[in-house]
């Protein structure tokens, strides 16, 4: 009896560890479609409620820590690291930029671009692409503006394309910004570390 009781302790701690380590798989697994439920769950608040929010896609003066914007970016930027995550497979990287983007065109309902990871938005919704396009690792579209880009356009390594500017004031920067929206046309191609900043008023 004395022997049986050690085995038995360590059969159930082995099983409650493969319990542990299944659940935490799956859990990976899951998590990212949980995240772009959440995110599309943050885009219509916003959209529904916020007063913000289209101050900012006008460009207009606006206060970007109002809460339901904040959460819609908070939202994104959860769903844009999941897409970053090195076990996300390709298919499942394809769904989530099928909901983070504001539009991607499609071949056959599969978004008809190629994004290396790590990439990186700060809305993801303000962003439209057109077909065949390539984004090279470690890109980043602030996009609190529209971000437009056209067919067969390519970003290099490094691209930044920034829509968000600051009044020059420093007290009214301190809780106000406004944006100005960037739009790329057909067959653009944009070497490493291209740095694209919105026009100022």
């Not at 099983?15 to 299944?22: D, G, K, M, N, R």
């Amino acid at each position: 009896a004395k022997s049986i009781l050690p085995a038995a302790v360590a059969a159930a701690a082995g099983a409650s560890i493969l319990t542990t380590l299944a659940l935490q798989y799956l859990n990976s697994r899951l998590k990212w479609r949980q995240l772009c439920r959440a995110f599309r769950q943050a885009v219509v608040s916003a959209q529904s409620s916020s007063t913000q929010l289209q101050l900012m896609i006008d460009g207009k003066p606006y206060n970007c820590n109002e809460p339901l914007l904040l959460r819609m970016r908070e939202a994104a930027h959860e769903l844009n690291a999941e897409f970053n995550r090195p076990e996300r497979t390709p298919k499942e990287r394809t769904r989530i930029l099928q909901t983070l983007l504001g539009s991607c065109e499609e071949i056959d309902g599969v978004p008809d671009a190629i994004i290396e990871p790590p990439f990186y938005v700060d809305y993801g919704s303000n962003v439209s692409v057109g077909r065949n396009f390539y984004a090279n690792f470690n890109c980043t579209l602030l996009d609190c503006a529209a971000i437009t880009i056209g067919d067969n356009v390519f970003l290099a390594p490094g691209v930044q394309l920034y829509t968000a500017t600051h009044p020059l004031d420093a007290i009214e920067r301190r809780s106000t910004e406004y944006t100005r929206p960037i739009s790329i046309g057909d067959d653009v191609w944009i070497g490493g570390g291209g740095l694209f900043l919105s026009r100022g008023s």
